[in-house]
């Protein structure tokens, strides 16, 4: 498993997904995204974005649409996705990443911290008013220093050994008694005789 960043061929299927999961997609750009792709099978399992707003007292940068495909959940595709965003925030200069979301107690393992309303960037504020028209009520404004960001350990191995469905039991095999049928005599055991 590897986060890469978005193609232009993933676009549909980013807008599926987004579409899909009910996430925010404002100011939808592809090359924004990265993407949580599994090296053997090559299929999608997870993305985000970061957008740059740009404003008169410079720019701030805010992790937000990060999904996680059924069948990866559980396996810690969401926090290196996280995480590759946060790398790539802090590449590009940024030392502070807010995100708004109704999930920040799984932000907090990594770091990421409430804001004060007074200590919160106008466009940020902002994007609060409306998510909270889109989402909810609940959502809150979280934040981590770019260089303060944690990976947990276990989140980390997960990822190493993710596979499709690793997270959700495994269907029972079916069996011929689940049928009603004796396998060893091979005959209907409810036999009306008719």
Known sequence: MYVRDARNRDEAWLLDRIEE???????????????AVDESTNERAGFGRYRIHKTDDGEVCELTGIGVVDGWRGQGVGAHVVERLIDLAADEGFETVYSITDSDDYLRQFGFESVDAEERPPVIADRLEQKRETVGEDVVVVAVDTGAFEMPAALRQRFK??????????????????????????TYKYDTGN
């Open 21 to 35: 999961m009910g996430l925010d997609s404002v100011a939808f750009r592809s090359r924004d995204y990265v993407i």
């Open 161 to 186: 050994e993710a596979e499709k469905g690793g997270s959700e039991p495994a269907e029972p095999e079916e069996t011929a008694e689940d049928f009603g049928i004796d396998a060893d005599e091979a």
